[in-house]
């Protein structure tokens, strides 16, 4: 059975639609969709799902991991583990760098337990972010 309503799409709404579709299967999943399950959802062949990621990372949506069709990111969602760690409603999610733990509390909307290292020494840092708000830190100093 055919799912006809991506075949009229221009190919501004099938940017749009693909754009909000990985950030969608981010949110759900904490890791990014794969080029075959773009195929799938959209209703594309491997050229047309190909060259749709192509303009995604043009249009600075996405970054896809040189040479391949695998997203690396699609900020603030990392494809790839990183020192940047949210837990948001028990999923942990990573970012591509602090600023992006929290941009993701603030994109989503709801409370994050950040995980992250400093950067000079290696420490563990860790801090809660609430209604836009860091709530608690530890430690409070790192060398």
């Known amino acids: 059975m055919h799912n ?3 075949m009229a799409l221009s190919d501004a709404d099938l940017l ?3 754009r909000k579709y990985v950030f969608d299967y981010f949110y759900a999943n904490t890791y990014a969709p794969v080029l ?3 195929m799938r959802e959209f209703h594309l062949d491997r050229e047309k799902a190909d060259s749709l990621f192509k303009e995604l990372e043009a249009s600075h949506y ?3 991991v040189p040479g391949t069709q695998r997203i690396l990111m699609a900020n603030p969602f990392s494809g790839v583990t990183t020192p ?3 837990t948001i409603d028990g999923k942990r999610y990573f970012a591509n760098c602090a600023w992006d733990t929290v941009s993701l509390h603030v994109m989503l909307n709801r409370d994050a337990d950040v995980a992250a ?5 290696a420490e563990p840092i860790r801090f809660k972010l609430s209604h836009g708000k860091r709530v608690s830190l530890a430690p409070r100093r790192t060398r």
């Open 4 to 6: 006809w309503r991506f």
């Open 16 to 18: 749009r639609r693909a």
């Open 36 to 38: 075959e399950e773009i």
């Open 62 to 64: 996405i970054l896809l």
């Open 84 to 86: 940047f760690v949210d």
């Open 117 to 121: 290292f400093c950067h000079h020494c």
